[in-house]
């Protein structure tokens, strides 16, 4: 069965250490991944993608993430945290059975502390 | 472009009332998707639309959820009548599918909807 994990439901970090929110991913055939974060009574806002090609992914607000096929991991970093950062943040991958569905990770509470 | 947009912002109704939320795509977006959040069940897909047709309604709880898109800049969602399990956060979300790609979805701000 096609799934995606989160394996964190929440990560603090200390302001201007890097930050890493896990994700790993199970589906047949090549992923389409996607991060996306959420701030407080706002919604989704999509931060990357990856489809094909170089398997590091630079996104919006400075983050990126790193596609490791052996691994099956999709994780999101960034150098330097900012308190501004702090957010829901949601892994999700295409569904291959509809092509149209993204399966949703449960999210990663984000908390960056000055 | 103003993105997604969502009316009401916030809804709080009374159980068995109706309720409409209502959504306005990206413009030049062909699918829309109708999602609902809350804390026990995460982010679920209710209802897809591709070119205004409802393509996979498996997602909407039950007969009391109705959705609409009669043209490419609009939809509703429906509740009737409402009841109190249906207190949650309603987002509509837009992208642009061909055949050969898979675009990411852009997100509407959200209905939060509490029924008492």
């Known amino acids: 069965a096609q799934s995606v994990a989160q394996p964190e439901d929440q990560v603090n970090v200390a302001e201007g250490n890097p930050l890493t929110v896990k994700c790993t991913y199970s589906?047949?055939?090549?992923?389409?991944l996607f991060w996306y974060v959420q701030y407080p009574n706002r919604g989704l806002q999509f931060l990357l993608k990856y489809i094909t090609g170089d398997n590091l992914v630079k996104g919006s607000y400075g983050f990126e993430a790193e596609f490791n096929k052996s691994q099956t991991s999709f994780h999101l970093k960034k150098p330097s945290a900012l308190v501004s950062d702090s957010a829901l943040y949601f892994c999700?991958?295409?569904?291959?059975?509809?092509?149209?569905?993204?399966?949703w990770g449960a999210g990663t509470k984000l908390i960056i502390k000055p | 472009d103003a993105g997604v947009i969502q009316s009401p912002r916030h809804e709080v109704t009374e159980m068995g009332q109706e309720v409409t939320l209502r959504c306005k795509p990206i413009?030049?977006?062909?699918?829309l998707f109708w999602y609902r959040q809350t804390m026990m069940r995460g982010l679920e897909l209710l209802i897809y639309f591709n070119n205004n047709v409802p393509i996979d309604d498996s997602g909407m709880p039950e007969d009391r959820f109705s959705a609409k898109m009669p043209n490419a800049s609009f939809s509703t969602l429906k509740i009737q009548p409402s009841e109190p399990r249906d207190s949650a956060v309603y987002f509509c979300?837009?992208?642009?599918?061909?055949?050969?790609?898979?675009?990411?979805?852009?997100f509407g701000p959200g209905t939060r909807l509490t029924v008492l």
């Open positions: 999700a991958v295409r569904d291959m059975d509809s092509n149209y569905q993204l399966i």
């Open positions: 589906v047949s055939g090549n992923p389409y």
């Open positions: 413009s030049g977006h062909n699918s």
């Open positions: 979300a837009s992208s642009f599918r061909t055949s050969g790609t898979y675009n990411e979805q852009f």
